[in-house]
């Protein structure tokens, strides 16, 4: 088998211009020229051959800056370089707002302020169940003190108003709500709330469920409170202040005892309803009967606490009549000098005593003692105390023991009706009855009561 003989990749060159074989070609023949003006050789000229050594040179073309920077920047191109800086401008930022947060904290040391309740005291909790168990109502009175500490010295607070919220810890029902005032908490300053009060006066429905929950919660030997409190805080740290940040603030841990006669009623019971012999209508409606007047001798029998004008008026009556037989029966005197005898003398010494001109008895001022809260000024609030000098008090004495106390103004003043009075500066009605009971034990509690809507409510 004979080797194949594959062609140069290159042709063969010409050396000095000479082509390859050593020969030259010959020059080609001059074309004759017809009659026509054509040429008679181009019909019978043969195709020239490419020769690849005949091609000439590519010389590349120089760099020009000038076109360079006429061109325009793909759209990529921009979207990457906005990323880019955006990037870094914002890690920039981070960087140097953790700097300066470091360097506060490191110089002010800020920390949280503290909310603590000292004591806390259940005047009523009462949950009455209809017999069908389908309707539930709670009513309920807290009333506890609140204490705020600002440990800070280079930092204040500006609390708005409180919105205070008394749960069972247990079961999460609410047994009462109420508000403490907005104040400001200045570098290392203590605020305390004497006497702050979350009730539920207007009976709250509940749900069945609610209902049963509490229950449960309620027939415990100690039943668990928990106070929440939600409120605005602005931080204020020389000429900064800071936007209006939401808190919410939970003590737990209150253990209490709440009384058999408070905690709560089975069933409620029904209504006895008194009606009159006479007008076979309700006592409470016999005023507004067809003959009021004959009603009048069973109702002062019979219902004399509905009707307490009609009892005045009828001891009166006897009174007056007790007196008119008195002056109409006469004792003649035994002596000779015509001296009056004892029992005239008995008899006219007590109605000195007794006795106010118009035949009328005087009336003995019933021993209790009045407390009632006055705003003035829709700001000052101030606690008056009435009736301690019925029970021997020296008014100026407990004034003294009041102001010392309460750590508070307290002074003896007269009333509407010209009779002394002691004026308590600040809201103290529901912890002052505690006080009075301890330091003057002849004072009885059930003798002490509140003005509340402008009705004499007690205080036990």
Not at 12 to 35: E, L
Not at 409 to 432: C, F, L, M, R, W
Request: charge should be positive.
């Amino acid at each position: 088998m004979t080797d194949r003989v594959f062609p140069a990749s290159k042709p063969p060159t010409a050396t000095n211009g000479a082509p390859p074989g050593g020969s030259i070609p010959p020059p080609p023949a001059p074309a004759a020229v017809t009659s026509n003006g054509t040429a008679n050789g181009m019909a019978n000229q043969k195709p020239q051959v490419y020769i690849p050594a005949n091609r000439p040179i590519y010389r590349p073309q120089p760099y020009s800056r000038r076109h360079h920077h006429q061109s325009r920047p793909s759209c990529r191109r921009i979207c990457c370089c906005c990323c880019f800086w955006s990037i870094l401008i914002i890690l920039i930022l981070a960087l140097m707002t953790a700097i300066a947060a470091t360097a506060m904290y490191v110089i002010y040391h800020p920390r949280p302020p503290s909310f603590s309740v000292p004591s806390l005291r259940i005047s009523r909790v009462n949950l009455t169940t209809a017999s069908d168990s389908s309707v539930s109502h709670l009513s309920s009175f807290f009333n506890f003190t609140l204490l705020s500490e600002n440990p800070n010295q280079h930092l204040s607070f500006s609390y708005d108003p409180f919105t205070v919220t008394v749960k069972s810890a247990k079961s999460g029902t609410m047994l009462g709500n109420g508000t403490v005032p907005a104040f400001f908490s200045d570098n290392g300053n203590k605020t305390s709330f004497h006497g702050v009060i979350a009730t539920s006066t207007t009976a709250r429905e509940l749900d069945p469920d609610e209902a049963k929950h509490l229950k449960t919660d309620l027939t415990r030997a100690r039943v668990v409170f928990e106070i929440q409190m939600r409120t605005k805080v602005k931080m204020i740290m020389g000429k900064l202040k800071s936007e209006g940040v939401e808190i919410k603030v939970t003590c737990e841990g209150f253990e209490g005892t709440i009384p058999k006669e408070l905690s709560m009623a089975e069933k409620l019971e029904p209504v006895k309803v008194l009606y009159c012999g006479v007008c076979s209508l309700p006592a409470e409606y016999c005023e507004f009967g067809p003959d009021f007047a004959r009603c009048k001798p069973w109702l002062v029998e019979n219902a004399p606490d509905l009707y307490p004008d009609l009892l005045k008026e009828a001891n009166e009556k006897a009174a007056d009549n007790v007196s008119d037989k008195l002056q109409s029966v006469g004792i003649s005197s035994g002596g000779a000098d015509g001296a009056p005898s004892s029992a005239q003398t008995g008899t006219s010494k007590k109605e000195e005593v007794k006795r106010l001109p118009g035949g009328k008895v005087k009336k003995k001022d019933r021993q209790e003692v009045i407390i009632e809260k006055v705003v003035r000024n829709k700001r000052k609030c101030i606690t008056i105390v009435k009736g301690l000098e019925l029970f021997g008090i020296k008014l100026s004495d407990a004034s003294k023991k009041l102001g010392k106390k309460f750590a508070t103004g307290a002074s003896v003043v007269k009333g509407p009706t010209e009779k002394e009075q002691i004026d308590v500066q600040g809201d103290i009605i529901y912890d002052i009855v505690e006080f009075i009971t301890d330091t003057w034990p002849d004072v009885p509690e059930r003798s002490i009561f509140f003005i509340e809507d402008g009705k004499k409510v007690q205080a036990g």
